[in-house]
């Protein structure tokens, strides 16, 4: 971790006007609470962008770079999975008023993943990841698995058990929560940094840069903060269709977790650029 503790996170000051429009909740103090807790981790993560976009940064690193991060943005089709289990859940209570919040649950989530999944006639997200890393990277050998650090697969495989393999379902909703408000603040934070060095120092055309970007900018501009409000009220609907409400201890302790999980593959992605 960098013990830079003056440097105010600009991630934070992305993220914090979308959790002010929560409205007042366990749910929004946990959320505040964490990234609070985390403001280190978040500079750190900051710092492994700002480090990677400085200069011109050889294929074999680029390699390992864009293979360790897609892996932590890669949640389409665990979300989707997660939507099939509650779908499930929803089956087993057929025709109650708990089946018919649990399907609303469900749609709330697919609402996030619509995108990605080219659900709405549009390029499929991964294409557009492939788009971004190929020209980067000279190749595409970044598909290789041997290219993905351990943190940045132990994330993935973490996220993943969240939505696809706990029993309880609520951690997999909160896991997705944290996904989408953490990557609003990452897209927008990096969409500048990115669009300078693609072509100052990578030598991507201009008139190709609009298009080589194009996985960042489909994030912005309030689609990431919109997919937050879908996850918002997916989480509602599950807890109001269950009876159960939210232990804001264990909510904080799955988004510090997922912070703290992000920084170590940003920290090690930064040791490779030195």
């Known amino acids: ?53 400085s200069r011109r940064q050889s294929p074999q690193v680029l390699r390992k770079f864009f293979a360790s991060w897609s892996k932590t943005n890669n949640s389409a089709v665990s979300v989707s999975g997660l939507a099939n289990r509650i779908t499930l859940l929803a089956r087993s209570e057929q ?23 080219g659900a709405l006639g549009n390029t499929l997200h991964a294409e557009l990841f492939y788009n971004m890393a190929t020209p980067l990277c000279g190749d595409d050998q970044w598909l290789l698995k041997e290219n993905c650090l351990p943190s940045a697969q132990a994330f993935k495989d973490w996220t993943d058990a969240r939505r696809l393999r706990d029993r309880d379902l609520l951690q997999g909703l909160l896991t997705t929560l944290i996904h989408e408000v953490y990557t609003h603040g990452e897209v927008e934070f990096i969409l500048p940094l990115y669009q300078q060095w693609f072509v100052r120092d990578m030598g991507v055309p201009h008139d190709k840069a609009r298009a ?15 997919h937050f409000a879908h996850a918002v009220a997916a989480v509602s609907e ?3 269709a269950m009876h159960i409400s939210i232990d804001p201890q264990a909510a904080r302790g799955i988004f510090t977790d997922y912070l703290r999980r992000k920084a170590t593959v940003m920290n090690e992605c930064a040791q490779l650029l030195r």
């Open 1 to 53: 971790m960098s013990n830079v503790l003056t440097r105010h996170s600009q991630l934070m000051t992305i993220i914090e006007p979308v959790l002010n429009d929560m409205p007042a909740s366990t749910l929004k103090h946990a959320l505040f609470e964490a990234f609070w807790a985390e403001e280190e981790a978040l500079v750190d993560i900051e710092q492994a962008f700002e480090q990677l976009t």
């Open 95 to 117: 025709g109650s008023a708990a089946a018919d919040q649990l399907y609303r649950a469900c749609g709330s989530l697919q609402r996030i993943t619509d995108e990605d999944l």
């Open 212 to 226: 080589t970007v194009a996985w960042v900018t489909v994030h912005t501009g309030g689609t990431e903060s919109n």
């Open 238 to 240: 599950f807890v109001e």
